[in-house]
């Protein structure tokens, strides 16, 4: 069945380098993709949403120029944190439409900035 | 506006008994009422979701209940187990953009 995969599932990476989060569509084509994050025991807080062959569209308050996004297939979107910092520490985990109203979410990767 | 409110933030239940989880809402641009149940460390997973024309749905032991006029909704979770404890959230996707606003989340323990 259709499923949204995450790779990698947590990574640590040291303060001012960029780290990229994979996630997938499998078995289904997404056009449309969402990036959430979440600080431990809070809510998913909504990042951005990812349309294949189009530039993202991020939520206020996000930095776009901190956190890139790239959606080039209807299979395959990135996340790409850049010269990240201890704050950036957080789980990050996408989401796509499956069919019609419903969104599944993949597993999430853990981010850990040193 | 694109708030949905979640309470309450924890709930301890004992085996067997029913669990209530309460949401509420303003945007009445939000169509589609879904709620999550979550793991440490996962992803949420979508346990039953409604659409504003329903007041009711069920699902096994999963149940929500509308009422759009007062704009709130709720999961109950009948004979509630201690597989069930974990956090509970409910969400309101907008119109046609397919977003989801979260509430806040309730952290659900199943006494034995």
């Known amino acids: 069945g259709a499923v949204v995969s995450q790779h990698p599932s947590w990574v640590i990476c040291k303060s001012g380098t960029s780290v990229k989060i994979e996630c997938r569509s499998l078995?289904?084509?997404?056009?449309?993709m969402f990036w959430y994050r979440q600080f431990p025991k809070q809510s998913l807080m909504l990042m951005a949403t990812s349309n294949e062959g189009s530039k993202a569209t991020y939520e206020q308050g996000v930095e776009k120029d901190k956190f890139l996004i790239n959606h080039a297939s209807l299979t395959l979107s990135t996340l790409t944190v850049t010269s990240a910092h201890p704050e950036d520490s957080s789980f990050y985990i996408c989401?796509?439409?499956?069919?019609?109203?419903?969104?599944?979410f993949g597993p999430g990767t853990r981010l850990t900035v040193t | 506006q694109q708030q949905v409110k979640q309470s309450p933030q924890s709930l301890i239940v004992q085996k067997g008994g029913i669990s209530i989880i309460n949401c509420a809402y303003e945007?009445?641009?939000?169509?589609?009422f879904p709620w999550y149940q979550q793991f440490p460390g996962k992803g949420p997973a979508l346990l039953i979701a409604?659409?504003?024309?329903?007041s009711e749905k069920k699902e096994g032991r999963f149940t929500i209940s509308f009422n759009k006029s007062a704009k709130q909704f709720s999961l109950h979770i009948m004979d509630s187990q201690p597989g069930d404890s974990a956090t509970y959230f409910c969400a309101a996707k907008m119109g046609n953009t397919g977003k989801l606003i979260f509430g806040q989340g309730t952290t659900l323990q199943v006494k034995p």
């Open positions: 409604i659409r504003p024309d329903v």
């Open positions: 945007n009445t641009a939000f169509d589609y």
């Open positions: 078995d289904f084509q997404a056009t449309t």
């Open positions: 989401s796509a439409i499956i069919y019609r109203d419903r969104l599944d």
